[in-house]
């Protein structure tokens, strides 16, 4: 009566095990043989038509539906593991974390609750981030997609701290106070968002100015809280940034810990960018403040070169994030034995119920690496950023455009109409598969904008990109001078 046939494991697992060697032989191809590649390359016409083709009904082989991926998808990626990939903030995986993640698939466990040992390696990546930011072993953390979701979740838990949880019931429309906060005007976009999601309102997120380091200016923050109480609103949270994402900057920690604990504010870091850089100590001299915040959002994908995704939130106060989340249910009921043991669980601290084994990639990754060559890592993308602003400053036809603080480094082209042609410059780099750059504004000036992320990027690359630079910016501005 029923089909044995009808489940998905494969009839000749002999002929899957080929394939399945073959697939990984491909992957382990491509990241050893990726610096002959284009950075990027645009994809052509047919190759997006390919995927235009409508819901498949028949199956077909796996070992064509890899060949498609092969030919269709690996050559048209972004290019972020690519050494020569600089653009905006992207990390550039390791083997070892493609490998976690396979591993993590063969289990396919759901890490919302339950299944107890791969939740214990999340606790214990849990308990190196307490260290590592001098938290106590009380704090609460919890894997999300990225910083996105992880500053949003350290607002809520500032929401709850200041109003309690009754807001949970209520709701923002039931609230007489009118919260604010307070973050620089240099901050990730996505804090603004979090406020509108959360029904703050983006308008209520002030955007302090900044010094000329690109660091908050703390005169302004306090005079601004002040204001704030003043005319009858209530400040709840203040967030600085370790590692802003236009320039690299870091907000002055300490300054603001200080402020805030004054202020009775909630300080939460956004560390999206830089908070990783604690496991080097000649970093970790930049970031000092951050072990007194309430809260850090950090993201494994960037500077820690975890595959994607691998947000993270760290909590001080671990009842007041539960409070923030947890919701009973009669089919969620915990029990002291058996399967449903165990609580709280993962999903009494964040929005998510089901949940992937993020943790293992990074678990992996810390392992096999350490801390120390992690560190070493990061500390040479730095020195790479340094060896860059110093051969824009020996140059007489590009100028620096911010300090460098850490990986991220901000340029132009001097020449007339400087912003179109450096945009020109941008987008002429990037098409010719040389090298990535990204581009932002710094103080009015358009920005050619180097991140330097990955772990595979050498003083090659940076050479490549210095000599793309000069020989697009000196054609580009000729071009346009003979057109006027
Ligand atoms: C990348 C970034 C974010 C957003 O993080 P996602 O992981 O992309 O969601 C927030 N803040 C800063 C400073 C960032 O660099």
Redesign the pocket.
Known sequence: MFDSGATLDPSDWDSLRTQSHRMLDDMLDYVSQIRQRPVWQPTPEEVEQFFTSSLPVAPQSLQATHASFMQNVVPYAIGNSHPGFMGW?HGGGSVVGMLAEMLAAGLNSNLGGRDRIPIQVEQQVVRWMQQLFGFPESASGLFV?????A?LIGLLVARTSNIGTEIRALGLQQVREQLVAYTSCD??S?LERAMEIAGMGRNQLRMIAVNERHQMNLLILQETIVADRAAGRTPFCVIG?A???NVGAIDDLRGIAEIASRERLWFHV?G??GALGMMSTKIATKLQGIQQADSI?L?F??WGQVQY?A?FVLVRDSQLHQDTFSSPADYLRRETRGMAAGSPLPCDFGPDLSRSFKALKVWFTMQVYGIDRLARMMEQTCELAEYLANCIERSSELELLAPVTLNIVCFRYRCEDADRVNANIVVSIQESGIAAPSSTIVDGQFAIRAAIFNHRTSQLEIDNLLGASLRFGRSISQESQFKA
């Open positions: 903030v997609t990225g910083s996105s979701l500053n901050a990730h996505c940034t590692g802003t994402v956004d999206a960018c959002a993201d994908h960037k995704d947000g």
